[in-house]
């Protein structure tokens, strides 16, 4: 196979740094009924992967910094492939946290599987890691449902995508147009370095990957009673979580923002069925100095149907359409600049991973959770994933700041979040 990439996948290629590697990650956890074999699991998952043509292909660079994906001739599924037992949350946590801070070998088809187990209640975990040059959020989801037990066969999105042509089209006028009002608006929302903001930060200290569960029966509540989508009142805990995180930090004053890059993906409107990346962004502002919560949820809601009702092909937020632009050899040599330029721009990404609503098993062992776990760019302290299966709500944190480290803090300030906007009590779970 060969498919050229995009400047926006080569641009994440060239961003790629030890400190703050570039690929997407999810931890699914798992319910057996039998007795787990760590080494069938991880069988089960060579033998699938192999079967993914976009799984043996690794990225080689051309003379003029492009880059095609090649089919590997020493691809092993096995060097991919990885077993670890664990007992314990905590360590849990503390693997995951390690195994996301470890950079992929680009030399190589770019992911990596970990089966862990010695999960509290016998159950087991996958964690996957992808990188972003490979796919967005959606493509993820895609090839991860590959797999899944049989039931994946018949998810549409799961078809192998159409390679991308060498030379695209050349742009329309009104094409030029949208991109050179894409570049003003980033130019005019850049801003100048803040010097000791909490979401801000020039820390080495390693980061840590915090999982919560929230039940989505509250968030529909919240919804019907107040308005929006399930994505504005998750927009809405997210803010709430980091206005109690800096109003420790005494930063978080009446007109306290956080300015959050939220992705959108652009496949489901165009049916771009590409490989790579086919994504664009919102900038919003998270009211983090708003004390009353649902003052919070109907700014975030207004500031989302603005967004929609402009689009996502406009505006500072569809920045990845603007690197899409950019030829791949100035992304080659901008790379080391650009890649510490998003404080500039955005203090925290907040993604959200669309996921199927059918029941998903791996070697019939039910898909209990799964959490996705956004990278971070360097300079910003926290990075929020949420993902929405069944009945559930997964909501993950990237982050350095210690505090926000506690798995128990993240499940306390969001069942007081939850409680505060449905004025009602909530439970929130998390692994164990």
């Known amino acids: 196979m060969t498919d050229h990439l995009s400047p926006l996948d080569v641009a994440f290629l060239a961003m790629e740094g030890n400190s703050n590697p570039l690929h997407l990650g999810a931890v699914a956890t798992f319910t057996p009924t039998n007795l787990v074999h760590p080494a069938r699991i991880a069988a089960v998952l060579c033998e699938r992967a192999a079967e993914v043509p976009r799984l043996r292909a690794r990225a080689r660079t051309g003379l003029l910094g492009g880059a095609r994906w090649v089919e590997d001739p ?18 849990f946590a503390t693997l995951i946290s390690h195994l996301m801070a470890q950079p992929l070998d ?27 040059s490979l796919c967005d959020g959606m493509k993820a989801v895609g090839l991860g449902l590959r797999l899944f037990d049989a039931s994946r066969l018949s998810i549409p999105d799961a078809a192998e995508p159409a390679p991308r042509p060498l030379f695209p089209s050349l742009p329309s006028l009104r094409g030029i147009r949208d991109t050179l009002d894409i570049a003003s608006a980033v130019l005019q929302n850049t801003r100048p370095p803040t010097l000791n903001s909490p979401v801000l930060t020039s820390s080495t200290r390693p980061r840590r990957v915090v999982m919560s569960r929230v039940d ?13 989508t399930v994505n504005d009142v998750l927009l809405a805990l997210v803010t ?8 420790a930090h005494d930063a978080a004053g009446p007109t306290a923002a956080v300015r959050a890059l939220i992705p959108v993906n652009q496949r489901t409107r165009s049916g771009d069925g590409a490989a790579g990346n086919s994504i664009s962004g919102f900038l919003v502002s998270l009211p983090v100095g708003e004390p009353d919560p649902l003052e919070r949820l109907r700014s975030v809601r207004t ?36 890649a510490r330029c998003a404080p500039l721009l955005f203090d ?12 998903l098993s791996l070697d019939g062992a039910a898909l209990a959770e799964m959490y996705p776990v956004a990278p971070v760019a360097p300079g910003h302290a926290v990075g929020v994933a949420l993902s929405v299966y069944r009945s559930s709500v997964h909501v993950c944190l990237h982050t350095n700041q210690s ?13 007081r979040e ?14 164990r």
Do not use: C, N, Y
Not at 74 to 91: I, K, M, P, S
Not at 240 to 247: F, M, N, P, Q, Y
């Open 74 to 91: 020493g691809f092993a599924a096995e060097d991919h492939v990885f077993t670890h037992h664990v007992r314990g949350r905590d360590r």
């Open 106 to 132: 680009l030399a190589r088809p770019p992911w990596e599987l970990h089966v862990v187990t010695g999960l509290a209640g016998g159950r087991f975990a996958v964690f996957a890691k992808l990188h972003h």
């Open 216 to 228: 989505l029966a509250d968030v529909h509540r919240i919804r019907r009673a107040h308005g929006g």
């Open 240 to 247: 709430g979580a980091l206005r109690h995180w800096l109003t």
């Open 303 to 338: 500031q989302m149907e603005s967004a929609k009702a402009a689009g996502p092909d406009r505006g500072a937020g569809a920045l990845p359409l603007l690197a899409d632009k950019v030829p791949a050899l100035l992304h080659r040599l901008a790379a080391p600049v650009a």
């Open 348 to 359: 925290t990404l907040v993604t959200s991973v669309p996921l199927p609503s059918v029941p």
């Open 403 to 415: 505090w926000m480290s506690d798995p128990q803090w993240l499940d306390g300030v969001l069942r």
């Open 418 to 431: 939850l409680a505060a906007l449905s004025g009602t009590r909530s439970l929130v779970g998390s692994v």
